[in-house]
Structures are given as structure tokens and as C-alpha cells.
């Protein structure tokens, strides 16, 4: 069975979509045909220092000649031409979730280094696995990628037991790290919006990656006077999680860009009608009859889709029949190793 090196930067237990993305990939790919050895990047990118950039090097100096590399986009997409130049005895293979520069809340100066650094990176790679086609057609009409190099390995999900939610009150459930991109304070300025109906809303995500925004969530959760109503879990592990899918009415994330979107599929699985907003690959993963699509940024119309869903039950149980049908017939993780499979055979000379 042949070898790839698998480089993730930071801790490779982290709770968001990229990282579980990695660990799920890293175990189903021997099922493919390859067996997935995990190198760990420095925690700095996208925004290395230079003592993470000679670390680089160093590791990647240590890989076998003529090894396959899968370098996640979070780290590949961020290394300079020197780094990468220093690789000519690796077959480098990027994964993009989506680019740097579509990270929402980006300063036009980051965002430009981003596209630059990015598509500078690019060039190295013998085949680009991407986790959308939304995200493949970005990286061809904006970064130059030859649409020959590209392949899209849709992340995988397991099957679920049917949401039941038995306690009375519409639960709202978010899954995603607080941050700018998410939209939860676009979510809690809706949610003040429907304050007459009833409904409880539990933002499951770690509330330490960005202080800075779950220090405002917090300050329009008192303001709106939803301290009762809103629930910040913080991160949840496997078992709790599920239970939070399972006891929920409604899956909802008004997120301003998405490269793919693991926990729509998720709330597929569940039988979970979906509101969330027209961004990104979000149109690609949630099915026109099991949710409903905003524009970003619009808390009035997220608060109309709420609503309607809220108080129409007949609406709300045909979009979660639609969306149970849906999450069967997702793609497995087998199936995403399958697809990156072919993108590491590809990058052999």
C-alpha cells in the first residue's frame, strides 16, 4: 500500500470542519488504497512567522524522496515561493476548502496577500483536491489552476438516526466556531426579530478562537434580551453533539462564505430543514426543497424564513422529509477517500 504524508497545521483534535475533514480522511483512506502518515505543521499559518517557515522547511527536508504530500490549504496556500521551491523531491498535492482570501472579515491588504501567496503555492501542486466544485471553479477562474489538476472530494457523512425533538419548544440549532465568517451576529439580530413566537436557539462552537466576537455575540444577546432564549454550548464532543442534532426542529447558520458546509450535510443526515444564506457552495449542499436560502447579511430576511418555518408545521415537516431523503444518499467517507485517491495517484510521476 502506498504512502502519502498528510500535513495539517496545529492541533490536529480541533473541533471545526477542516480538521475533522483531515482525521476522518486519515482514517478512511486506507480503504482507498493509501495509508496516510500524519505530518504536523506549525500552529501560525495562514500567518507563519519566520520560525514557522524554517520549521517547514525542516519537515519537509525529512520526507522520503519522491513522497506524496497532501498539505492542507490552510498551510499550503499560505507558503511562500522559497518554501516550496526547497520541496523539488516531493509530489505536493494542496486540499483547498476554500481560498484564504474568501475568509470573511479579511482587510483588503490581508486579502490580496492571500490571493497572491495563494496562487503563487498553486503552481507547485501536481493535482489540488478541492471539497466543493463551487470551490474548484474559484480556483480556476480566479487562480489560474488547469481544470485537469483538479479533484473534488465532497466530505463524507455518516448515517444518523432521524431528529426527534420531544420537548415542545422549536429548538434552533447552529453548529460552527464563533467567528465573523459564521454570521452569528447577523443570527441573533434575527432571532430579536421573532421574539413573539416560541423557540429556544443553542449555538453549539468554540468560543475561544476568536474573542473578539463572541465578546459582541454576548453584548447582542443582552441587548436584544435573549439571555434566556440563547444558549452558547461551546464546543461539543461526538456524543453530545449528535444529541444536539437529534433534539432540534431546525438547523440554521447564516454563514457569509462556505467552501462546502460539513455541518449542512450533517443536519441532512438529521432530517433537519435548513436556513442559512446563499453563499459560497451553500446552494450546492443544501437541496432548494429541504431549506431555505437568504442573501447574506440580511437579518430581516433570515427573520422572515424563520418565522415562516417556525409557525408553518405542515412547511416545516416537508422540508425535513425532504432533507431526511437527502442525507441518505450522501456521500460516505469512503467515497471522499475514493476521490482523493485519484488526486494522489495523479501526482505520481
Known sequence: MPDVWFAVPGDPATLTGGYVYARRLTEALPSAGWMAHPVRLPAGYPNPSAADLKETRDIFAQLPEDAVVLADGLAFSAMPRDVLEATPHLNMVALVHHPLADESGLSAADAARFRQTERTALEFARAVVVTSPHTGDTLVRDYGVARDLLHVAVPGTDRAQRARN???TPQLLTVAT???RKGHDVLIKALAEIKDLPWH??????LARDPA???HIKELIAVHELQDRVTLA???QDTALSAAYGSANV??????HEGYGMVFAEALAHGLPIVACAAGAVPETVPPDAGVLVPPDDPAALATALRRILSDVSYRTRLSDAAWTHGQHLPTWRDTAACVADALWAALP
Open 166 to 168: 420531544i420537548s415542545g
Open 178 to 180: 464563533l467567528t465573523y
Open 201 to 206: 436557539s443553542t449555538l453549539v462552537g468554540s
Open 213 to 215: 466576537v463572541v465578546t
Open 234 to 236: 461551546g464546543e461539543l
Open 251 to 256: 438547523f440554521v447558520l447564516p454563514s457569509r
